[in-house]
């Protein structure tokens, strides 16, 4: 089985700030790591994804995520906060080993950021 | 450009109707998921397909039904057995050779039972 938990549905941060949203995993076996921001009435988009390559992943508009499996965590930062980033934004673990080669997703409940002047 | 495709975006139907959510993908992708979003509860999975005219159920189907009888279309019926069907609803597809497990989304159905 597998899990994600997401500390804080909701995180403010002024613009100009580092932004850190924490995620933590479970998971029986190596995982896939994702992270994806949602803009309000629309789907989700990939920022980055951890494939059990380099630990430090680097994603868009100046987001990164480390993968430290001792803390079984891969949180999400970006050093300096936008307006446009605000959003909310989940992480997701994958087991790519279905039957037939597909992948279910499990997601976290979600951090939404809202971005202050 | 290469996509998916889901209609309509907002939809309304009255309690005991049926509704169905249509998802189209040009990327050629394998396989196909719909996922349903209630805030303050992330995405859930209802159905997923890894080939055609082949589906199985996820962790909430109770009340939906799919179909999957060409690669490009995965169509999700909301039935009337469906107890509480307001919801965000979330088309997605992914590879399946070559697979790193990422997902592409569509931009998602808004279904508001009234």
């Known amino acids: 089985a597998q899990s994600v938990t997401q500390l804080g549905s909701h995180v403010s941060v002024s613009e100009g700030a580092l932004v850190l949203l924490r995620c933590n995993y479970s998971s029986s076996v190596p995982p896939y790591l994702f992270w994806y921001v949602q803009y309000p009435n629309q789907g989700l988009q990939l920022l980055l994804k951890?494939?059990?390559?380099?630990?430090l992943v680097k994603g868009i508009n100046g987001f990164e995520a480390e993968f430290k499996k001792s803390e079984t965590s891969f949180h999400l930062t970006k050093p300096s906060a936008h307006m446009s980033d605000a959003a909310e934004y989940f992480c997701a673990v994958s087991q790519v080993h279905l039957t037939g080669g597909g992948n279910k997703l499990t997601f976290g409940t979600g951090t939404q950021l809202k971005v202050e002047l | 450009d290469g996509g998916i495709t889901q209609s309509p975006k907002y939809l309304f139907r009255k309690e005991g109707q049926n509704v169905t959510l249509s998802c189209e993908q040009n990327l050629n992708h394998d396989a196909m998921y719909w996922y349903r979003q209630d805030p303050g509860q992330g995405l859930r999975l209802i159905y997923y397909s890894q080939i055609v005219n082949d589906f199985q159920k996820g962790d909430i189907a109770e009340g939906y039904s799919v179909s999957r009888e060409k690669k490009e279309s995965f169509p999700l019926t909301v039935t009337s057995a469906q107890k509480n069907p307001t919801a965000f609803y979330l088309c997605?597809?992914?590879?399946?050779?070559?697979?790193?497990?990422?997902?592409?989304f569509g931009e998602g159905s808004r279904l508001t039972v009234l």
């Open positions: 951890y494939t059990s390559a380099a630990t």
């Open positions: 997605a597809s992914s590879m399946i050779a070559g697979n790193t497990g990422e997902l592409f």
